[in-house]
């Protein structure tokens, strides 16, 4: 083998060298890609069942603040009637009051404007 025919093999060879290479690294390129398509499915997967149950907790806590706050505010209104009931009451007992001191003392009521 003579020089020439040596470096026409050897460039042969590199040719052939390079081409396996790059096919392999085709190969390893396509695997690779498919492996970090799954591993984000997987991620993307926990990270959509975790927002899931932060905003279900979120949720259900919001739900039982709004329950606890319509208990308060019918609290409320149920005292607020019950003591403005109470006045009316009161109030007609006063005037009744009024009304007998003054026939009694014989004294004539007048409207206030």
């Known amino acids: 083998m003579n020089e020439e025919q040596f470096r026409k ?9 390079r081409k396996d290479v790059n096919e392999q690294l085709a190969a390893q390129e396509e695997r690779l890609g498919k492996r970090i398509n799954q591993e984000f499915v997987t991620m993307a997967g926990q990270l959509a069942r975790h927002f899931d149950k932060r905003f279900d907790s979120f949720e259900a806590t919001v739900t039982k603040r709004i329950h606890e706050l319509q208990i308060a505010i019918d609290s409320i209104a149920k005292r607020h009637l019950k003591d403005s009931e109470e006045q009316a009451v009161i109030n007609h007992g006063h005037e009744r009051w009024f009304k007998q001191l003054a026939k009694n003392t014989h004294t004539k009521l007048v409207p206030e404007p």
């Open 9 to 17: 093999l050897l460039t042969e060879q590199s040719a052939q060298l």
